[in-house]
């Protein structure tokens, strides 16, 4: 996969898969800014913003297309996580994780449309997860919020394929990322969870981000050109067994 030319905004830049997709379409001739709450590694461009705040997703998308030069690929990848029943999440935390994943992907979406509708091979990936479909415990907030990730992913890819903009997903499992380590250092015992979470796995190991970053370039590159509203599973077989 080439990218050369091609300039692209990732959102959660700055970690874990985001950081990794940034990285890959960098070293394969792209022209990357990551936008996150953060900045990224010295090496990468970052343009700060919080995806709950209009503004300062208006300001970083105007600021990171103005020194890429325009915009052909969005990767809508930020996003936090939750734990819990309908029980345990109170109305704040619905608001709040919805408001990252669900309404963040919106902002920065709309925000990218105008200089994506001026590219010749323009793609959006949303960074949707497994919990969109596979009915996990103990996950409620979380998966409903991935749930209206691929729904959107669907409703944008049919409203956007006569501007030429494709927009696809990607489904990860459990991927290696500095998330998954916070969530395992706040274990008694994180290098047992590490081990049992791995052999819940069907393929009895993480997904790396590594590996989920080769699937958001493969679906941001020409040679998916046939491919919108297709939400690409990269699990280790979680989806299918
Ligand atoms: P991560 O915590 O390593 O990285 C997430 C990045 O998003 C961070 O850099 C963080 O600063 C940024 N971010 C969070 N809230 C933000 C906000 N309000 N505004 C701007 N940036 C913000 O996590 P990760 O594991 O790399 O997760 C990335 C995406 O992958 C998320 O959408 C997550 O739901 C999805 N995902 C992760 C897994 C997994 O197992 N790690 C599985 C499926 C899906």
């Given amino acids: 996969m080439e990218f050369d030319g091609v300039r692209a905004l990732v959102t959660g830049g700055a970690s874990g898969i985001g950081l990794a997709a940034a990285r890959l379409l960098t ?37 990171a297309a103005a020194h890429l030069g325009g915009l052909d690929v969005l990767v809508n990848n930020a996003g936090i996580g939750a734990q819990g029943t309908v029980e345990d999440n109170d109305d704040d935390e619905w608001r709040n994780v919805f408001d990252v994943n669900v309404f963040g992907m919106v902002r920065v979406t709309r925000a990218a449309l105008p200089h994506l509708r001026r590219s010749e091979h323009a793609a959006i990936v949303n960074t949707c997860s497994i919990a969109a479909t596979a009915g996990l415990p103990q996950r409620a907030l979380y998966s409903a919020t991935k749930g209206a990730v691929q729904s959107l992913t669907l409703a944008m890819a049919a409203d956007h394929l006569r501007d030429g903009i494709r927009v696809t997903c990607v489904n990860p499992g459990t991927a290696d990322t500095p998330w998954i380590g916070r969530l395992l250092a706040a274990t008694d015992d994180p290098e047992a969870e590490r081990a049992a979470l791995a052999a819940r796995q069907p393929s009895g190991r ?14 941001a590159s020409p040679l998916a050109s046939a491919t919108t509203g297709t939400a690409l599973a990269v699990d280790g077989g979680m989806a299918g067994l």
């Fill in 27 to 63: 070293e394969r001739g792209a022209t990357v800014s990551c936008l996150d709450l953060t900045d990224p590694p010295a090496a990468l461009h970052g343009v700060r913003a919080d995806v709950r705040d209009d503004a300062s997703v208006r300001a970083a998308v105007t600021a």
């Fill in 206 to 219: 993480l997904v790396s981000p590594e590996e989920v970053a080769a699937a958001i370039a493969y679906l």
